[in-house]
């Protein structure tokens, strides 16, 4: 029996089914209180799944080693079971139901024996907002039970809003042996259900965040007139005050974090980004013919190599106490370490597999390393994370890893031609997820590996949603990737990518000059403001540069990827790519 006030008869009955199948020892209802937190952090500490940071450095800071085959999302693994194979559509790997339901049972089957079931009520969204839902997450992995009180408003407050309701998302979820060979992500959008069996980690694991808020809510979004993206949300505050909200949808490990923590340099004075959220945006038409946007989440899982004082400081402030973090390296003191935070590489550094390590070898830690932080520790967080109706969007961006090609910034001529760019954007794969990393694939709205239904089914959604308001956001593409010769980078990015959002918010509100060219428009060379800013003429141009032959070529990409979606791409989009071609060529 729960330990808490609230008996809902059909979360009771699903808590009593799961537990009749998986065999735990104990049952544990979360609470989500402070004391609950400690004694598992405790617990933790004590069976080895966590390590004690340097706790007068950085209080209340523990270290998780995942297991070696266990560091990142498995999109091979993950399945879309829907009746019909082409409502998953061809982007997802597709299963049956019931076959899946039946295999697994029997992987889930007594898996729990001499482990503790914890019972995890949360909600996605702000306590009291109507478009915030809750979801209960059943799992045997305590380090899942830590991240999802830091990441979610989780336990009694979530038992409170769901009453006597049975409108929850189920997810079942199970460590199991952590073994790649019995790992399978599923999703039953039909039945609202979630079953993640052999992972512990990130996305593969934490079901409230791509299972739940992404593939599961997409598909309801989709039914009910909304939109679930994995998009940052910020609002960039000008000298006079005013605060223009933007989401941005860029693939995993491909900077929505950092953009979304931006902290101006000093050159840029009086220009401040508020942080609204860094992963998944859930957008509505609102009554004034805007949308408005929440964040789902209350916490950050988010990206550490790369992030240092130099590129995010918002960040390593916001981390520096009540963090988890995953698969980084520690140094000799205790402090969490991985390549290039410091300019010196300090002593006794120990790797993310937990060795000796010296420079010049593999990685000190693992390129997908994360932690785990709340939202509410950040400098820079917007006054709005609670409010029930979020905040109104002006623009939408889409952007990725692309070396060469797409330039820094360009506007879509409209709502359709955006959702084109969105569509048929591409991006280099990233460590964010198992597989090659740095291979060019499409990847449409940063939501191929996370929409939970036919993808071109996606593409009509996004057609149709922007008819629903009157005053749809702009919206734009941005590369902050692109790279000389020599493989450095052309764009100095992350702080200054501020100057890009100016010219946005600058556009957005009638202003910003712009040149109009094949593919949209593009900043004037002195419409951006570069004040302050070292980079060459030549740079400049490379990134401003629309390579006609070159975008010529990346249609014949783009055709075949359009065709590889089948009969369901909604004609809008050929309309858009002949559109697009013809303006190419003339
Ligand atoms: P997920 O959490 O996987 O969805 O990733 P994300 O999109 O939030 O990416 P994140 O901001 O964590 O960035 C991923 C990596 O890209 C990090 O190593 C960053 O340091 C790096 N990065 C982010 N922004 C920039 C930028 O403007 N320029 C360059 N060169 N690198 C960047
Ligand atoms: C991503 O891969 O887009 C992430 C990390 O945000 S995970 O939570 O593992 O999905
Ligand atoms: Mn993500």
């Given amino acids: 029996m729960p330990q808490v006030d609230i008996v809902n008869r059909h979360l009771v009955k699903f808590v009593e089914d799961t537990a009749k199948l998986t065999q735990p020892d104990t049952i544990y209802w979360c609470n989500g209180l402070e004391a609950e937190y400690r004694s598992l952090i405790e617990q933790m500490l004590d069976d080895g799944t966590l390590t004690e940071l340097n706790q007068a450095k950085f209080p209340n800071c523990y270290l998780h080693r995942s297991d070696p085959n266990d560091v990142a999302r498995t999109e091979h693994l993950t399945f879309v079971c829907t009746s019909s194979k082409d409502n998953a559509g061809c982007t997802n790997n597709w299963a049956d139901p019931d076959e899946t339901k039946n295999k697994m049972n029997s992987l889930f089957n007594s898996c ?47 038992l409170n809003r769901l009453g006597n309701s049975d409108r929850f998302i189920r997810g079942v979820h199970s460590i199991g042996e952590l073994d790649p060979g019995r790992r399978f992500i599923c999703h039953f959008p039909e039945e609202n259900l979630i079953m993640s069996y052999g992972s512990g980690y990130g996305g593969n694991a934490l079901l ?31 000298p006079d005050s005013d605060v223009t909200y933007m989401s941005g949808a860029f693939p995993s490990a491909s900077g929505k974090t950092n953009l979304a923590m931006l902290k101006p340099p000093k050159s840029q004075n009086g220009w401040t980004v508020w942080t609204m959220g860094d992963d998944i945006a859930w957008i509505y038409p609102g009554q004034d013919g805007r949308f408005w946007t929440i964040n789902p989440e209350a916490g950050f899982f988010a990206v550490a190599p790369g992030t240092t004082w130099k590129t995010n400081p918002n960040a390593l402030e916001t981390m520096m106490k009540n963090t988890v973090f995953t698969n980084v390296a520690v140094t000799g003191d205790g402090s969490p370490w991985w390549d290039g935070l410091t300019d010196e590489i300090p002593p006794g550094v120990i790797d993310w597999q937990g060795n000796p390590w010296s420079p010049g070898t593999a990685k000190a830690a693992h390129p997908n390393a994360r932690f785990t932080t709340s939202i509410r520790q950040i400098p820079s967080l917007s006054p709005h994370l609670d409010d029930p109706k979020g905040v109104p969007l002006s623009a939408i961006l889409f952007g990725g890893r692309r070396a060469s090609l797409t330039p820094l910034v360009f506007e879509a001529f409209d709502w359709v031609h955006g959702v084109f760019i969105g569509a048929t954007m ?28 036919n993808i071109a089914d996606y593409f009509k959604h996004w057609v149709k949603m922007g008819s629903k308001v009157s005053k749809p956001p702009r919206i734009f593409h941005v590369n902050w990737f692109r790279t000389n010769s020599k493989g450095e980078y052309l764009w100095p ?7 890009v959002l100016k010219w946005i918010s600058e556009r957005v509100n009638g202003k910003g000059d712009a040149v109009k060219t094949p593919i949209g428009y593009v900043p004037k060379q002195d419409a951006l403001d570069l004040k302050g800013l070292k980079i060459s003429p030549e ?11 070159g975008w010529l070529k990346e249609l014949e990409d783009i055709r075949v990827f359009l065709n590889s979606l089948g009969e369901r791409v909604p004609e809008e989009m050929w309309r858009e790519f002949s559109k697009l071609e013809s303006r190419l060529n003339s």
């Fill in 208 to 238: 409230s965040k791509k299972c739940h808020s992404l593939r599961l809510a997409s598909v309801m979004a989709r039914d009910e007139g909304w939109l679930a993206e994995h998009m940052l949300i910020l609002g960039l505050e000008s």
């Fill in 426 to 453: 591409a991006a280099e794969t990233t460590a964010a997820a198992v597989g090659t990393v740095g291979v060019v694939r499409r990847d449409p709205m940063a939501m191929r590996p996370f929409c939970g239904y």
């Fill in 493 to 499: 990015g992350f702080g200054e990518n501020v100057r």
């Fill in 539 to 549: 740079a400049l141009e490379d990134l401003l540069r629309v390579d006609s032959k």
């Fill in 112 to 158: 729990m024996e001499g482990r503790t079931m914890y019972v995890v009520p949360y909600i996605m969204g702000p306590e009291s907002s109507p478009h915030s839902q809750v979801g209960v997450q059943i799992t045997d992995s305590p380090y899942v039970v830590v991240n999802l009180q830091i990441m979610t408003r989780m336990g009694r407050i979530a």
